[in-house]
């Protein structure tokens, strides 16, 4: 009886956690479209979606698939609640500080609790990986690893770009392709080689689970000299920045070939795949922008809302519509039903933010960003609605 009991506490204890992760994440993404709407600073507008959504989900899901993947489960979820506060505590300040040429005290605050988040996320997951008794499938956690060592970089670029140390252009331009290329896609490539298979019903691909090494090497190596080389000539990180690129088909490739034939796709399914395929096409035009000589800090301006909203937030709104049902729980019955109901309208929704991205690269305005804060929303809105009746069905 006494297990039971125990039992029922860790999944209660499940449910809110990952129910309050949820909230924060969709929070950040309100905010972010807020702070668009009332004409805020870029700084204003891009970090909410990229430190607030972005960087909450990463650590939340980042440690949840280490876990499981090295089958050493947490006892508690307060070690990552407490990273996932102090990041939230680091944003505010970071937008209190509105950092630009001259950083604010609040600002240098700010930039030191995401270093300290992104040092104890990196000894979580190290700790994790060192007691794992699991096999092949390990190898995507340095992928992680290797993700929060691009984000410490990427801060102190910025923060070096605050203080004046250097060409703030420049050292602008390497901070967004260490955040981007470094940090969040690397954490995509770590998880889509088991998650995306997972949502199609498909088989693990042998052949891009063999590839991870070099691939993760590969990458990292053409990234820090695109990122080195940004900060002394621009038009040369193309080349390093097209090895990062296929580092990535090497896995991704084989992860599609996998899935294709014969899936039944869902809603989640295809929102994966589209991210992916995105962050590819999007880190090869960079590339190619910077190529043809486009200043590198305009570049990326171009390429920011297919990115953040065709690319990453459609990645991470996808996961949590197939993710967030199991992690709540109440019976394969009702996570079956919720996931459901998160799907109606999923093909639509799914329309819209693809064809929202593709209007933001040929014809920049705001209809684009209209359709793809419409699918987005409408995403976050379907999840809320099916995990709220998840709950009353099953108020334990």
């Known amino acids: 009886m006494s297990t039971l009991a125990l039992s029922d506490v860790s999944l209660r204890s499940r449910a809110r956690w990952h129910t309050t992760a949820a909230v924060v994440i ?68 970071l937008l209190v500080g509105d950092a630009g040429p001259g950083w604010s005290a609040p600002a240098d605050l700010g930039a030191a609790l995401v270093l300290v988040v ?81 949502l199609t019903g498909a088989r693990i691909s042998a052949t891009a689970r063999a590839r991870c090494t070099r691939a993760l090497v590969v990458h990292a190596a053409g990234l820090v000299l695109a990122v080195g080389t940004l900060l002394i000539d621009a038009p040369f990180a193309a080349l390093p920045l097209l090895v990062t690129v296929a580092a990535a088909v090497m896995l991704v ?20 795949a589209a991210g992916t395929v995105w962050m590819v096409a999007l880190a090869t035009t960079d590339a190619v922008l910077l190529a043809r000589g486009v200043d590198p800090r305009e570049g990326i301006r171009l390429l920011v809302p297919a990115l953040l909203g065709a690319g990453l937030l459609q990645l ?49 305005g705001p209809a684009g960003i209209i359709l793809l804060a419409l699918g987005l929303l409408g995403h976050v809105l379907a999840l809320a609605l099916a995990v709220t009746l998840q709950y009353r069905k099953d108020p334990s």
């Open 253 to 272: 490739q084989p992860v599609l070939a996998g899935v294709l034939p014969g899936t039944r796709w869902r809603t989640a399914g295809l929102g994966v």
């Open 26 to 93: 969709g929070a950040w993404m309100l905010a972010g479209l807020g702070f668009f709407l009332a004409g805020a600073s870029w700084w204003a507008v891009v970090h909410p979606f990229t430190l607030g959504a972005l960087t909450t989900a990463v650590l939340v899901y980042s440690t949840h698939f280490t876990e499981a993947l090295t089958r050493t489960p947490a006892a508690s979820h307060l070690p990552v609640a407490g990273r996932v506060a102090l990041l939230q505590g680091a944003v505010l300040l």
């Open 316 to 364: 991470v709104t996808s996961v949590l519509l197939h993710l967030l049902p199991i992690l709540v729980g109440g019976g394969p019955g009702k996570v079956i039903a919720a996931r459901e109901r998160a799907d109606h309208g999923g093909p639509a929704r799914w329309a819209l933010i693809n064809l929202g991205g593709v209007l933001t690269l040929v014809a920049p």
């Open 118 to 198: 992104l040092g104890w996320h990196g000894v979580a997951l190290w700790s994790r990986l060192r007691r794992s008794l699991a096999g092949s499938v390990v190898v995507t956690v340095p992928f992680y690893l290797v993700a929060a060592a691009f984000l410490v970089l990427a801060v102190g670029l910025a923060w070096a770009a605050g203080r004046g140390l250097g060409s703030y252009d420049g050292l602008i331009a390497a901070h967004s392709r260490a955040t981007v290329w470094g940090f969040t896609w690397l954490t995509v490539l770590g998880t889509i080689i088991s998650l995306l298979p997972t």
